[in-house]
């Protein structure tokens, strides 16, 4: 097979992309139906779960980010793969909460190795430009490696809900292998060693040069509020939202393996319409144009607040699929076209992994401050207020998006 052959950078991101959802989806399939039914998580402690991967995010995100820059993003990766299969072997082998937490530690640092880093790496491989197109195909490639994964997680979970956990954190542990022999890394130019004076002189170095940049970039500062705002709303939808949909369906008393056939094909049909949509997308030519890639942005968050009020507010259980199926795909449909928006208004190569980094940072900062309020709510409340509520988190990007747009055809 080519994928284990070819080290064409432009390949070997899109092999990368291509695995690593395949692995990610094969464990996501049933974790939150693991923490929900094996550990027995109440919404608290689910969104506790949350928060502590994304603290952990917050916390080592923009230091990995400098490493990147610095010492090697090949490295970076590598190191990020292995970590994260290492946090999803623990939760896995063992189910108890605070393991459960353990593992999120280990799967955030590990994540944020690869975050930015992964995006950084191919634009230096392969240039600007021809990034934005692997970022689309990439986002289509990983989205393939989901409709894979479902069937053979669902498959997997019917004989132990953990089980695919277990592999698929095997398999990450894999991927790091795959791509300490496969990855080239000939276009990065780190730091000279007489200007390297120390890791954390060229974090400041390099944190001093976005600061500049997001003070006289208007675009920048609209950016990282947006994803400010995106973390506040998403963290507590994604840790609450299959609790919602049993308790409202009434299909909580279902048989485990039923639970796993039917959180499956939910998570199945999300991909399969992801796929075409991103397909679609890849056909045409709004990744070229920032107003093209503006305005989706806008009426995708808008699609995501009608929906996520849908979603509270339903009581049936084809109500729920249909809003949840529409925030999933239109979630995976802004993915790529953010990271081609900040890649392509990024003003310096030597901090493209770093200000991917301070993106995620940001975002994990809104969701580190969202979650709890949100995991709160739903605890002396419902969760259907703290769904309302995440979507009243989210509403103002909509005036962030219409500035922006503004700006642009000035």
């Not at 947006?226 to 409202?248: C, K, P, Q, T």
């Not at 503006?294 to 009020?309: D, E, G, K, P, R």
């Not at 301070?358 to 975002?363: N, S």
């Not at 703290?386 to 503004?406: E, G, M, Q």
Request: charged residues 15%; contains cysteine; aromatic residues 14%.
């Amino acid at each position: 097979m080519t994928i284990w052959k070819t080290k064409n950078p432009y390949q070997v991101y899109i092999y990368t992309c291509f695995l690593s959802q395949l692995f990610f989806t094969f464990i996501f399939t049933v974790s939150l139906l693991y923490q929900v039914k094996i550990v027995m998580l109440d919404p608290l402690q689910l969104v506790l779960v949350g928060t502590v991967l994304e603290l952990s995010v917050f916390l080592f995100e923009i230091p990995t980010g400098v490493i990147s820059d610095v010492k090697s993003r090949k490295l970076s990766i590598i190191i990020g793969y292995f970590l994260i299969g290492g946090g999803f072997l623990i939760e896995g082998l063992f189910p108890y909460f605070m393991t459960v937490i353990l593992a999120q530690v280990a799967w955030g640092i590990g994540y944020t190795f690869t975050s930015g880093s992964l995006q950084a790496w191919i634009a230096d491989e392969v240039g600007e430009e021809r990034a934005s197109l692997a970022f689309i195909r990439g986002a289509k490639a990983g989205n393939l490696g989901q409709v894979i994964a479902i069937p053979l997680s669902i498959l997997t979970g019917l004989y132990m809900i953990n089980l695919p956990i277990i592999i698929g954190g095997l398999c990450m542990v894999g991927l790091a292998i795959y791509l300490i022999i496969f990855m080239k890394e000939e276009n990065f130019k780190p730091l000279e060693k007489t200007e390297r004076t120390s890791t954390w002189e060229s974090m400041k170095g390099s944190m001093g040069k976005i600061i500049f940049h997001a003070r006289t970039s208007f675009i920048i500062r609209m950016l990282f509020l947006i994803a400010l705002f995106v973390g506040f709303y998403s963290e507590g939808f994604d840790r609450l939202w299959m609790s919602h949909f049993f308790d409202v369906s009434n299909l909580v008393a279902l048989t485990d393996e039923k639970l796993v056939l039917l959180t499956g094909g939910i998570q199945f049909m999300v991909v399969l319409i992801s796929f075409v949509v991103l397909h679609l997308m890849n056909r045409s030519s709004i990744h070229q144009y920032l107003k093209h890639i503006y305005m989706v942005l806008f009426t995708c968050s808008l699609f995501i607040i009608a929906s996520l009020i849908g979603f509270a507010l339903s009581t049936y259980a084809i109500g729920l699929l249909v809003f949840y199926i529409i925030i999933q795909v239109t979630r995976k449909v802004m993915y790529p076209l953010e990271d081609i928006w900040l890649n392509k208004i990024i003003p310096e190569s030597s901090t493209r992994a770093t200000f991917f980094s301070v993106k995620g940072q940001v975002d994990a900062i809104g969701q580190i401050g969202g979650a709890p309020v949100i995991g709160y709510i739903a605890t002396n409340f419902t969760i259907r207020t703290a769904i309302i509520v995440s979507a009243i988190l989210l509403t103002p990007v909509l005036f962030l998006y219409n500035v922006v747009l503004k700006k642009h055809r000035s």
